[in-house]
């Protein structure tokens, strides 16, 4: 049974910094791995996707990676603002369907 | 629509009584998923569909939950005698991929379920 774990499971830090947020999971032979947005009371908004075949994708200020062998995945975040304030949620896909993590909660300070 | 649309956004209602969820996908989407989160928690998968058809019914937590899909449209997620521990946010995703392991999931802003 795929099990992904996000740690920290909370993160405050200063406006401006660049942060790295952590995903990791158990069972290698996944699909893809995708990572996700999502504020209070809201739904989940897609950030990025990356195939198991790919090693990392970017879009504006954030890049993500993956090493399938190692089981880990990473979100970056560059220059970090007030409004990156969410909680950030990383998705396993295999057997049609996607595997959570708990999420670490972002906080940017002003 | 533009979006996955749920409804009711929030549903407050006594131990015991039915509840009906309601969520409109994305047009065209041929995948449509129902997950919960509860309080505090990460997403729990329930049931996945494939057009009309569910494939994949292996998170219903128990025979209290059921839902259907009308074609490739309109899905009801429906509680049966609802029970405190039901509380949480349901929510829906479509996705346009055959299979979700190779495309986006778009997920809806969920139906809040509080039992009292």
């Known amino acids: 049974k795929q099990e992904v774990t996000q740690i920290p499971a909370a993160l405050s830090v200063p406006e401006g910094e660049n942060l790295v947020l952590n995903c990791s999971f158990t069972?290698?032979?996944?699909?893809?791995l995708q990572w996700f947005r999502q504020d209070p009371g809201k739904g989940l908004t897609s950030l990025l996707l990356?195939?198991?075949?790919?090693r990392e994708q970017t879009s504006g200020r954030l890049n993500a990676s993956l090493d399938k062998s190692s089981g880990r995945s990473t979100l970056y975040i560059a220059a970090s603002q007030p409004g990156d304030s969410a909680t950030y949620l990383c998705?396993?896909?295999?057997?049609?369907?996607?595997?959570f993590g708990t999420g670490t909660r972002l906080t940017i300070i002003p | 629509g533009a979006g996955v649309s749920q409804s009711p956004s929030n549903k407050v209602t006594e131990k015991g009584k039915d509840v009906e969820l309601r969520c409109d996908p994305i047009?065209?989407?041929?995948?449509l998923y129902w997950y919960r989160q509860r309080l505090g928690q990460g997403l729990e998968f329930l049931i996945y569909?494939?057009?009309?058809?569910?494939?994949?019914k292996s998170g219903l937590p128990s025979d209290r939950f059921s839902a259907e899909r009308t074609g490739e449209s309109v899905s009801t997620l429906t509680i049966q005698r609802t029970q405190q521990e039901d509380s949480a946010v349901y929510l829906c995703?479509?996705?346009?991929?055959?299979?979700?392991?190779?495309?986006?999931?778009?997920f809806g802003e969920g139906s809040r379920l509080t039992v009292l």
């Open positions: 995703a479509s996705s346009s991929a055959a299979r979700v392991n190779t495309g986006e999931l778009f």
């Open positions: 069972d290698s032979a996944i699909y893809n």
């Open positions: 990356i195939q198991s075949s790919q």
């Open positions: 998705a396993v896909g295999g057997d049609e369907k996607l595997t």
């Open positions: 047009s065209g989407h041929t995948a």
């Open positions: 569909f494939q057009g009309n058809s569910a494939p994949d």
